[in-house]
């Protein structure tokens, strides 16, 4: 069954340190996406990507980096990681074009100490 | 403002009773989805609309994108049925991003 996997699915950071959240999607998508969810906001945008090799900014991009290096995996980057990005970040994959439906992973609990 | 307002922000129902969520849109809306994040926070596709309207069990929704709102009922709610439901609006056409609503907070009870 297709599906879109994260790693890890909790993880506890120093502020400073440098986290990478990892996505991989077996739905041959060319669109993925990074969220984080905070009480009070829903989901919000961070990156997403068109296809291997392209990654644009959402809504809230400050703080993050994204890198698609294939079809199947988006990555997640916080260089220097703050309390402030303590959340859950889910990846989602869909196909794009006309047909938008996006299909989302676990997500993963990051806490920034 | 909100874009995406989702009303109410909590409901409680009794098992085997009805109820109606809504979305209204403050931006102009190709698509709609509907989620449901249980429990454990996992969020399950409900229904994917283009204006119209979709069935599934005892889940209907209905998307309106010339009034700029989505509807999502549930009929006969289960305790299964509890969680919260998100809407979200595609905007900007081919590629485009979701917007999300808050989420309504659905308790059904025994």
């Known amino acids: 069954e297709a599906a879109v996997t994260q790693s890890p699915r909790n993880k506890v950071a120093v502020t400073g340190g440098k986290v990478t959240l990892s996505c991989n999607q077996t739905?041959?998508?060319?669109?993925m996406y990074w969220y984080r969810q905070d009480t009070g906001h829903g989901l919000r945008l961070i990156h997403y990507?068109?296809?291997?090799?392209?990654?644009e900014k959402g809504d809230i991009p400050d703080g993050y980096k994204a890198s698609r290096p294939s079809q199947e995996n988006f990555s997640l980057i916080l260089e220097l990681a703050t309390p402030s990005q303590t959340s859950v970040y889910f990846c989602?994959?869909?196909?794009?074009?006309?047909?938008?439906?996006?299909?989302f992973g676990p997500g993963t609990r990051l806490t920034v100490l | 403002g909100d874009q995406v307002k989702q009303s109410p922000s909590a409901l409680s129902l009794q098992e085997g009773t009805n109820s109606a969520l809504r979305c209204n849109f403050s931006?102009?809306?190709?698509?709609v989805q509907w989620f449901l994040q249980n429990p454990r926070g996992s969020l399950m596709n409900l229904f994917y609309?283009?204006?119209g309207t979709k069935e599934n069990g005892r889940l209907k929704s209905t998307f309106n994108s010339k009034e700029s709102y989505s509807t999502l009922h549930i009929r006969d709610a289960q305790l299964e049925d509890s969680g919260t439901y998100f809407c979200?609006?595609?905007?900007?056409?081919?590629?485009?991003?979701?917007?999300f609503g808050k989420g309504t907070k659905l308790s059904v009870k025994s």
């Open positions: 931006i102009a809306t190709t698509t």
């Open positions: 979200a609006a595609e905007v900007g056409g081919s590629n485009a991003k979701l917007t």
């Open positions: 609309l283009v204006p």
């Open positions: 990507s068109y296809g291997a090799g392209s990654t």
């Open positions: 989602a994959s869909g196909d794009g074009g006309n047909y938008a439906e996006q299909f």
């Open positions: 739905n041959n998508h060319n669109n």
